[in-house]
């Protein structure tokens, strides 16, 4: 908390009292408040830059001259830290301008032991570019703007953004901060590093033809076309010798591109391996049941020869396993582990969730002159996943993070696909051929019977989504799809989509549903596993033709896209067991054995990668969400030379993109905006933001700039004796405030005023 740390009071030529008050973050509050000693010359000065009229944040600097009364007195405020040191200044008891110290900048005579003069200097908005953005989550403009300000750490008297004229509605009322809201994971990039807060600011305001600016304890969000039409005019009183005259910019040609930030691709990282854990690729644990062990994990290495002899000399390691119970973007059951696989010879680098895998060893037995080779094995993880009814299904094994589904207006066009890349496996090295190794032990045996008797797996799940705001839990089922009889085959794309229904006892699931592994080309003579695998959009498991789609599909579960409530929510994937079926073409799953031949018994692998959760279009022939830039050109005036470009993060498409995270959203109704309305004109924002960079670049605007009397007053239009009915706006002010005087650029405004000419 901030506590008063030090206080002092001047009169201005006018007769305008001004207190400063200078705060500090603190446990408790001061004993003492010290007195300020002002400067003569100078005490303090308030400084807008100049800010060209399509730029949006308009910070300010104010610097003040105190006398320290001792060596070194102010040196403890200049903390590394933003915004634990705040000033506030009132003129006449009223707040008038409040910022933090910028400890970028410190300075003060050193061979003084004291009356010096220092200089502090401190800033509104300007430590936006060092502070990054944290929030989650759909959020409010207003929701935004007021935690951009709370982290600069200012004393800010409200919002006003009563200047705003956009409507949301060619017929409605002009829009307010907290009528438009927007995604706050268009804030963070794909490594997941967030923007800063400047940026941040304005991305969601520039769009929108918006600026911000502190004036008179206020901070003020308003458009230049609502300046113009809405804010109260002033007159502007020079107060000096030496005023000038000039021209503002013109510009050739306007260019506005949107880049969408739609959502693409998987929504789950793909990586859970924790980083702390570093996987020594020349450590090798070669017949050793239990494996080896390193920075809290575990690894197990496997043979590259597919000879038993050659075991017993234990070089011959094709890759290394590594095991963790911590990782990252899923959940784990009691037994499932995270795992890394480390190729030496074979295999690939991957990683994701084990949940069962066996450790083997090849060992002499019998004496030097009439001795043999043998193996051992053991498992490892959870090996109870076998179904032991259609009718249930056992706990999560593991559990994704949430990702985040966006609310939409045209559910019925989108889906989304589930995806799992799966190793299961009989083979002890599941990257080499399989051999018979002794009698009991025919894993090429056991591999052709995978492909003969092993055509369908089925993987319970429960595919859950819950709405933002709501308690409710809703979950995925194809439970009808899978078990219907092999007499009513299964053969189109839009009959394994599967349907949503109201989720009720995770300790006895009401529903789930099956992801289901079979080879599309071949569902009869070849397995769905072996190797590493997709699923596919869940059949029951038939032996009929499938149509070319379907062959042709790419791997996944399609499912249909969630919409309730309207706002979006949080989905996640539960991988269950028990519940898990192998079983042959040919025989309806709710009366088929489960693991013919034994194949359960035979199984030495089950590793799954983190699934894929991907939004796709709901159509045959484009399935590919669009991640197009929107873009929109216009020609302001072509005798100019130069032409402004503005690339945004936030915007609106004339269609639509449903899963850009740049969009802006309705506030009340939670529908992604295509449209806007200012000045009559009902379009795009971007293409409303071309119009009020006409307004203003079209033609020559004339700029006044020079000392004039100080203006006290809060954000406001400006006219001037010679002028005519022109009306200006202050670009830029440095007030002396004891003198009452500024340095002012003023720069000729306009109202929207452009039609567009295609």
């Not at 022939?621 to 050109?633: C, R």
């Not at 993109?657 to 969009?663: F, I, M």
């Not at 309305?677 to 924002?685: C, E, I, L, M």
């Amino acid at each position: 908390m901030k506590y008063l740390r030090y206080m002092g009071e001047f009169v201005s030529v006018a007769g305008v009292i001004w207190r400063v008050e200078i705060l500090q973050e603190a446990n408790a509050e001061f004993d003492v408040i010290g007195s300020l000693t002002f400067s003569a010359d100078e005490p303090l000065v308030i400084e807008w830059g100049d800010k060209s009229k399509e730029e949006v944040i308009c910070s300010s600097v104010a610097t003040l001259k105190i006398i320290s009364p001792g060596d070194r007195t102010y040196e403890d405020l200049y903390s590394i830290e933003v915004g634990r040191v705040r000033l506030d200044v009132y003129r006449n008891n009223a707040l008038y301008w409040s910022g933090c110290i910028d400890t970028e900048f410190y300075e003060e005579p050193y061979e003084m032991l004291n009356g010096y003069e220092v200089s502090l200097t401190f800033s509104d908005f300007g430590v936006l570019d060092r502070l990054k953005y944290d929030l989650s989550d759909m959020r409010t403009l207003y929701e935004i703007v007021n935690y951009c300000a709370g982290r600069c750490g200012i004393n800010c008297g409200g919002i006003d953004d009563t200047l705003i004229s956009t409507q949301l509605t060619a017929s409605g009322s002009a829009l307010s901060l907290k009528s438009l809201q927007v995604r706050s994971d268009n804030f963070y990039d794909e490594d997941g590093e967030a923007s800063t807060l400047a940026d941040v600011i304005k991305g969601i305001l520039q769009p929108l033809a918006l600026r911000m600016i502190q004036r008179c304890g206020k901070i003020y969000i308003y458009d230049l076309n609502g300046l113009y039409n809405k804010a109260s005019v002033k007159q502007i009183v020079w107060d000096g010798d030496s005023q000038t005259m000039g021209v503002d910019k013109v510009y050739n040609n306007a260019k506005i591109t949107w880049s969408t930030y739609a959502q693409s691709g998987n929504l789950l990282p793909d990586k859970c391996w924790p980083e702390s854990i570093e996987t020594d690729a020349s450590l090798m644990a070669l017949n050793n049941l239990a494996g080896g062990n390193k920075n809290g994990a575990n690894y197990f290495s496997y043979h590259y020869s597919t000879v038993l002899d050659d075991w017993i000399d234990a070089t011959d390691c094709g890759f290394t396993i590594w095991t963790a119970t911590e990782g990252n973007n899923a959940e784990l059951g009691e037994n499932v582990r995270f795992f890394k696989i480390v190729p030496q010879y074979d295999g690939t680098e991957s990683e994701g969730i084990a949940i069962y895998w066996k450790s083997v060893r090849g060992e002499k037995v019998g004496n030097s002159s009439n001795w043999h080779a043998e193996f051992s094995s053991q498992g490892h993880g959870e090996g109870a996943i076998p179904a032991t009814s259609i009718n249930s299904i056992g706990p999560a094994l593991y559990k994704t993070n949430k990702v985040w589904i966006p609310p939409v207006d045209n559910a019925n066009k989108l889906a989304v696909r589930i995806s799992i890349d799966m190793l299961l496996d009989p083979r002890f090295n599941p990257f080499e051929s399989a051999s018979n190794l002794i009698k009991y032990v025919e894993q090429k045996d056991w591999y052709d019977l995978f492909n003969t008797y092993g055509n369908f797996i089925y993987v319970p799940v429960t595919i859950k989504f819950q709405p933002d705001g709501s308690d409710t839990i809703y979950v995925w089922t194809n439970r009808s799809i899978v078990k219907q009889s092999i007499s009513n085959p299964v053969t189109t794309l839009n009959g394994t989509y599967g349907s949503w229904v109201t989720y009720t006892n995770d300790s006895s699931p009401n529903d789930w549903g099956y992801l289901c592994y079979y080879d599309a080309k071949d569902h009869v003579d070849t397995s769905g596993v072996l190797g590493w695998k997709k699923n596919r959009p869940a059949i029951n498991p038939h032996k009929n033709q499938l149509i070319s789609v379907m062959e042709n599909a790419e791997a996944g579960q399609y499912i249909p896209y969630p919409n309730y409530g309207g706002r979006g929510g949080k989905l996640w994937v539960e991988v269950r067991g028990p519940g898990w079926y192998i079983v042959n073409e040919g025989t309806d799953l709710a009366n088929s054995e489960n693991g013919p031949k034994g194949l359960w018994n035979k199984v030495s692998w089950v590793l799954m990668k983190i699934p894929e959760i991907e939004i796709m279009n709901n159509t045959q022939f484009d399935q590919t969400i669009s991640t197009d830039d929107v873009e929109y050109n216009a020609e302001i005036n072509s005798a100019a030379k130069e032409a402004i470009e503005i690339d945004t993060i936030c915007g609106t498409s004339a269609e639509g993109v449903p899963t850009a995270r740049g969009a802006y959203f309705d506030a009340s109704t939670w529908k992604q905006i295509k449209e806007l309305t200012r000045a009559g004109r009902t379009t795009q924002v971007e293409d409303l933001l071309i119009g009020t960079l006409y307004s203003q670049f079209g033609q020559r605007r004339t700029t006044l700039s020079g000392e004039a009397q100080i203006t006290h007053d809060p954000i406001a239009t400006y006219k001037e004796d010679n002028q005519g009915d022109k009306k200006f706006i202050l670009v830029e002010d440095v007030q002396d405030v004891i003198k009452d005087t500024s340095d002012t650029t003023f720069i000729e405004l306009r109202p929207d005023e452009y039609t567009r000419n295609d």
